[in-house]
């Protein structure tokens, strides 16, 4: 039976899982039907060119897992962060894991996508925010049509979230093959300040195909602060949408450490309703082997006097492939913006491969806006300087990978997490770089 198949037969289990009560369940509906009408995306569609699904597509994926397999502190430790004390939401194959988490109702509310869905007095929230952003696209509409379980963070009025909040998906290797899709709902109110720090990760090589979808409101004079870090088993896949509404005066900032899996689809699109809006989208990516990274970003503004600014490194080596589409879309009335997109790579091998398409479009007359990129190898004259300084060749070729990402990682605000990253990219380049952190 065909993935998509199989998901329309098991869409019907699910119904019997919920409640066909709740207006939730028409929104479930009418996504099913359009997943139902385009399937997949192919390569034949635009925004999919570089990046084709058929290798993931093909595994014989469980949809509901059977069971929550038991794993303690020790198994997840080193995944996450336990520098910094934090409010924590762990999903264990797709099931929330009471035992490892620590969620709160103090002041904000760090906890289940489940209970929001579910509970009468998160009714007024959910009818107001839920799926309000999310365009009619196959894979997103999939994750709409399964919408059950997932982070739901609200940063009331005039609060600052005191600890960064921990949204953490692990995988058991309990199924042969496992699809999951987790829906996380971010709710930020004016004046009000999150970081957010989430992740997938398997903890076997038993394929794993995740299709996550994420919301995310920033009320006026808000500020989000969001890190995605990826860094899983090559046997894992990753499609993450993200989508972000901002309102006016506020900052919304992503970073997305891309650093290992099979194949890593990235969405991400902020739609500025403000004046005053800053966005912020960096990333950077190290990749290996026959491993895959698409980045697709959009940036649309839609008021005056708006700021973006996306800046992506890539390095790739061996096989891998990396794909950057990013888009700056600057509406008539949008006067006054000021929008830069970089995207600037390194193919450490010839196999290695790398498409970027940086695109603006501009219907405005008053702006400011630059788009560029990329791709080369290394400096052959810095790499000889570092060698009659008496640095080696790989530790030399190291430290000017490591220069060319630093500077997406010298705005990371959270020292806990530019030092892992840190660690993480040293061990990538394969040495120490003096980093005994």
């Known amino acids: 039976m065909e993935l998509k198949d199989k998901l329309m037969s098991s869409y019907l289990a699910f119904e019997e899982q919920v409640d066909l009560d709740n207006d939730i369940h028409q929104v479930r509906d009418k996504a099913i039907k359009f997943f139902e009408q385009t399937g997949f995306p192919t390569k034949k569609q635009e925004a999919w060119k570089y990046t084709s699904l058929n290798s993931i597509l093909k595994e014989d994926y469980s949809i509901f897992p059977k069971k929550e397999d038991a794993i303690d502190y020790k198994d997840i430790k080193k995944y996450v962060i336990h520098d910094i004390d934090t409010y924590t939401i762990v999903f264990v194959d797709g099931i929330y894991s009471s035992h490892l988490s620590r969620t709160t109702h103090e002041k904000l509310d760090a906890c289940l996508m489940s209970s929001a869905l579910e509970k009468e007095k998160y009714k ?8 309000k952003i999310v365009p009619e696209e196959s894979l997103s509409s999939l994750n709409t049509a399964f919408a059950k379980e997932g982070a739901y963070i609200r940063i009331p009025k005039n609060v600052v979230a005191e600890k960064p909040i921990q949204v953490l998906n692990f995988f058991t290797g309990n199924e042969a093959a496992l699809m999951v899709q987790p829906r996380n709902l971010i709710i930020a109110e004016e004046g009000s300040h999150v970081q957010i720090i989430e992740r997938h990760q398997s903890l076997t090589e038993n394929p794993v195909l995740t299709n996550s979808v994420t919301e995310v409101y920033v ?3 808000a500020e989000v602060d969001y890190y995605k870090i990826q860094n899983d088993k090559t046997t894992s896949s990753l499609i993450d949408s993200t989508f972000i509404k901002q309102e006016r005066d506020s900052k919304c900032s992503v970073h997305t450490f891309s650093l290992g899996g099979k194949l890593t689809r990235n969405n991400l699109r902020f739609y500025q309703h403000g004046e005053n809006c800053n966005s912020v989208l960096k990333g950077v990516t190290i990749l290996e082997d026959k491993q895959h990274v698409d980045h697709n970003t959009l940036v649309h503004h839609i008021q005056p006097n708006c700021e973006s600014h996306q800046d992506y490194k890539g ?5 891998s492939i990396g794909v950057f589409n990013g888009n700056v879309l600057v509406d008539r009335i949008a006067q006054k913006t000021n929008a830069f997109q970089s995207n600037n ?17 501009i219907f405005a007359d008053d702006v400011k806006c ?3 990129c990329t791709i080369g190898q290394l400096d052959n004259e810095a790499l000889y300087y570092l060698r009659t300084r008496g640095i080696p060749k790989k530790e030399a070729k190291a430290l000017l990978m490591f220069a060319f990402a630093n500077n997406v990682l010298s705005s990371v605000s959270i020292q ?3 030092t892992r990253i840190t660690k993480q990219i040293a061990l990538k380049l394969g040495v120490e770089l003096g980093f005994n952190l």
């Open 124 to 131: 007024p929230i959910i009818d107001k925010y839920f799926n």
């Open 219 to 221: 009320g006026k004079n």
């Open 315 to 319: 390095i790739f080596s061996d096989k």
């Open 345 to 361: 790579n390194i193919l450490m091998d010839d196999t290695a491969t790398c498409n970027s398409k940086p695109q603006l479009e």
């Open 370 to 372: 630059s788009h560029g």
């Open 416 to 418: 806990e997490i530019k």
